[in-house]
């Protein structure tokens, strides 16, 4: 999904929003509007997940209310679910890669500052909940403290001046239009990341758009590379999934040549929801087979344009078979790329093939080999489990 303009301003600090840039609040908001529309006597639809993503509280509230016909306004529920985000606040995750650049801008001595437009007590909160956030940020900036929120741009240049430096020496990241509306008009160079799916056409304005985070390449502005990435791939934290094999749309074997073993992502969208779409790599057990080397994407699959997420892992090793309704076990342990679109299928396909040889190779390393033995991939599989 990356896209950048041709002409790019070198800059010396960096200026980052809290709410779907650095943490995940959306992952969160599902659980609350989950949990309270049960107490409500309704049943929440997993495709709504797709709907509030990367939306304010309010309006992620009024889009509940209509979706659910629920008998209050946009702001009455919006006041219902707010005690309960204020006990969750140190519940909410990273999104992938936060970790990873705040700790590479703290250790190579890059000015960063947080810009956001909730209350500073609020951002002081989330952030004290993260190990060595709050020192990294040299300035921190609320949405209560000056005169306009985004998209005003009043924010960033309030970071700028507390940082003592130049607008057009500043390199804002966001996620949202209003806030890349409002580092443009600050004068500044603006990475967006879109929280909501399937958006990127809509950031034009952008100096760059991100798939994620960890599609960040500092030195294309001047700042110090990342140097973490081994034979084309990334270490990431592992995580673990696993369920009974099910059928998907019938493209891998018939139209790629390359069978899946698809998992179900309504039973996964909670998960879903905290791991960027991309095309990852790792370890997959087959109940009574064997553990397999695998490569997988998650996301939409812009070149079929899917309409709801999708897990398809790719096991590298010919079957004779097929294997659905068997239990399948996932480490995911790399990440390969962002989730692109191909002007061919022929081209989609090289780069699906391409991937398996990254991933074939990489996971001969003992960084990754090592996670082969995990007990959650070598341990039986519970007595009449049909979910892991």
């Keep these: 999904m990356a896209a950048s303009k041709s002409v790019r301003k070198l800059v010396s600090h960096v200026i980052v929003d809290l709410d779907g840039t650095l943490l995940n609040t959306d992952s969160i908001a599902i659980q609350i509007f989950k949990s309270l529309l049960e107490k409500l006597g309704k049943n929440w639809d997993s495709k709504s997940a797709h709907k509030i993503v990367g939306r304010t509280p309010l309006e992620a509230a009024a889009v509940v209310v209509e979706d659910y016909q629920i008998p209050y306004s946009a702001e009455e529920f919006l006041s219902m679910t707010t005690p309960l985000f204020a006990d969750q606040w140190c519940n909410i995750r990273p999104l992938p890669g936060a970790n990873r650049l705040i700790k590479h801008l703290r250790s190579n001595g890059v000015p960063l500052a947080l810009a956001s437009n909730s209350p500073k007590s609020n951002i002081e909160t989330k952030i004290s909940c993260h190990d060595g956030w709050k020192e990294s940020f040299s300035v921190i900036v609320g949405g209560d403290e000056v005169e306009k929120g985004k998209p005003s741009p009043d924010i960033f240049l309030e970071a700028a001046r507390r940082m003592n430096t130049e607008p057009s020496s500043c390199l804002v990241i966001e996620d949202s239009i209003t806030g890349v509306t409002a580092g443009k008009e600050a004068g500044m160079e603006v990475i967006a990341v879109p929280s909501i799916p399937k958006q990127a056409d809509k950031f034009d304005s952008a100096s760059e758009v991100l798939n994620s985070l960890l599609d960040l390449e500092p030195e294309k502005w001047g700042l110090p590379p990342f140097e973490d990435r081994i034979e084309g791939t990334l270490p990431i934290e592992p995580w673990f999934i696993g369920g009974p094999v099910i059928k998907g749309f019938g493209r891998g074997s018939k139209v790629l040549g390359i069978p899946t073993a698809n998992l179900s992502a309504e039973s996964f969208s ?85 991937d398996g040889r990254i991933a074939e190779k990489a996971l001969d390393l003992p960084l990754y080999a090592a996670y082969r033995d995990s007990p959650y991939l070598t341990n039986p599989l519970p007595e009449n489990n049909s979910q892991l």
């Design 270 to 354: 909670d998960i879903l929801s905290e791991h960027t779409s991309g095309v990852y790599f790792g370890w997959a057990a087959l109940s009574g087979r064997g553990i397999y080397k695998m490569v997988m994407s998650i996301g939409w699959n812009p070149y079929f344009d899917n309409t709801e997420k999708t897990i398809e892992p790719w096991l590298l090793h010919e079957f004779d078979e097929d294997f659905y309704g068997e239990e399948l076990r996932l480490a995911i342990v790399g990440y390969i790329r962002p989730e692109a679109n191909f002007p061919s299928l022929e081209s989609l396909i090289a780069r699906i093939h391409d």
